[in-house]
């Protein structure tokens, strides 16, 4: 890989737009009414729970270039847990994908999906049908391949990381700041929500991460004239039925994916319909890091310390597609 | 008031950051593990809630343009159950403060706080002591001084709007989506994220909504040396005990307060502090709108079809100031 093009000094937009996608207006009956009070140097006042409530929408920010230099943008999808964060500043503070994007001339949508960041959360179990599951950070720690199994401590000091660890496990607590509750099984609220945000964007690009590139996957079989390509980073898992006619795909892994059993599984999944794909005649390049001499990187390809190469890499697959694509 | 300027064509940014100020890792002990589903295509695998968290951090965006025009950023500080969401694009389409403050020289900073959007949110009752509150649209419309007191339709076409209503009421479903739950009784953590971000940004001007209009009040009590400028619309309460020292301040009032019981006394509150401060020398400015002959503005006076008008007016006191401050 070549060096890593510097980060932008200033970029011209013509628009930051925001907007939710998606979403119903759900009722709610017969729950009681509390008191609660809600301003300095009030009283408590009653609030009613019942009523109107809007369920299953999306938030969407747009970066619209004053010149952009493509004519497809390029929507981040993030990952379970996360939010449209994950594409911002680093951890450690530096430029993220969405600033490098923004200067390779692509104008950049970052989303949160449903349930995450600023989209939102409905009731539960009135409305969302259970109660959320919160990550913790000895979990991530383990999950996002920082370093070996049980190697997380609550002293950043006696961590256990992975040699050579890409990753800025300095900034570990920063990031731990950024991470959201998730529900399990919103799957099919999540993708009619991403399917919303094509229909109104239209022609475009996809970069999803994790449980987000398994999204842009299915996107990318159910809105085939919207998804021009798919880069889908460290995908958590794959659609079951691939079609026929599919955009350009490719898939990036990071490090340290076969000592670690559940991503082992994750990546087998993916790499069996990458392989149906291939087989289908579709354009689909897997891109495994270590075995390019890259190595050390964690789930986070986005915040590693190497994050600017990896971008690069991703924008000279974009750039080499045909150009009915991008 | 003078016509509004036209929200500027292009802006140009040396860079788009976002970060995390302020919460303490809290570790939970003794819950039981479930098993869980959370990616396409694989098995449940089990989940430890078990471990560290993050409590307490707010999530902040810093737009700093490439040739800004005064010496001190705006912090615009969102109210309950809302985002920084309020400050960008209108619920109809039209660009937001974020985009006017830009386009009028200043670096803006848009923050979620504590408990709300991209701040992310904590398990309760482990390590929140209660539940959250949802906001109906039916309370919504009343609190908000769309129109009367239940004079919400589950039907858009059937909602009784105050006439010369501002809101752009078409889009009020569309406003409901970015709406997030809250808690009450958080104040203290919220207040200390806001101090950990004037402590990382220095002297600024601050921008408080409603709820954040009474924590920008207080803020400038205990912060003085970093709040150089405080502008709070309508904002829900006042703290107890003014300073003796404390900047310039502008305070914001749009239509039917009087006519609304809980907006009533809530003005009564802040106009009792604003008098206080203005026997001790400070520079207290009420602007209540329709006194000024400017009628119908909701309590989301950015979003109101005048928030163009209403920001030259910020913006003009802003730029009357002692230059010592702004």
């Known amino acids: ?28 009956r017969g729950l009681p009414t509390e008191a609660r009070r809600l301003a300095q140097g009030a009283e408590p006042r009653p609030v009613d729970p019942n009523g109107d409530h809007v369920v299953g929408q999306m938030y969407v920010q747009a970066y619209r ?16 847990g996360m939010t449209g964060v994950n594409w911002e500043t680093t951890p450690d503070g530096r430029p993220g994908w969405l600033w490098r994007f923004l200067g390779a001339g692509y ?14 959360w409905a009731r539960f179990p009135e ?3 259970g109660a959320p ?14 370093g070996p199994a049980h190697g997380y401590r609550t002293d950043p000091a006696a961590r256990l990381a992975h040699a050579a660890q890409q990753f800025p496990v300095g900034a570990f607590d920063q990031f731990a700041r950024q991470w959201v509750p ?16 094509l229909d109104r964007v239209g022609p475009c690009i996809v970069v999803g991460h ?25 995908p958590s898992g794959a659609p079951a039925a691939p079609p026929a006619a599919i955009p350009p795909h490719l898939i990036v892994w990071g490090d340290h994916i076969g000592d670690h059993p559940v991503w082992r599984r994750y990546r087998a999944t993916v790499d069996a319909y990458a392989a149906v794909l291939a087989r289908s005649g579709a354009a689909v ?16 390809l986005m915040m590693d310390r190497n994050s600017g190469l990896i971008a690069d890499r991703v924008l000279r697959w974009l750039d080499a597609l045909d150009p009915r694509h991008p």
Chains 1, 2 share one sequence.
Do not use: K
């Open 285 to 300: 390049e897997s891109l495994d890091l270590p075995a390019e001499g890259v190595r050390g990187n964690s789930h986070f």
């Open 133 to 146: 599951l919160f990550r913790t950070m000895d979990e991530a720690w383990d999950m996002f391949r920082m």
């Open 182 to 197: 998730r529900w399990a099984g919103h799957e099919a609220v999540t993708s009619a929500a991403y399917r919303a945000l």
């Open 1 to 28: 890989m070549p060096a890593t093009e510097p980060a932008p000094d200033e970029i011209c937009l013509r628009a930051i737009e925001s907007f939710h996608v998606g979403g119903e207006v759900r009722t709610l």
């Open 210 to 234: 994790s449980q987000g590139g398994g999204f842009a996957l299915l996107a990318a079989q159910e809105r085939p004239e919207s998804v021009r390509a798919v880069v889908a980073l460290e």
């Open 127 to 129: 409305l969302y049908a």
């Open 107 to 120: 104008d950049v949508y970052v989303s949160d999906a449903v349930e995450r960041g600023r989209a939102s």
């Open 65 to 80: 270039l004053a010149r952009p230099r493509h004519a497809l943008p390029v929507l981040f999808w993030h990952g379970g």
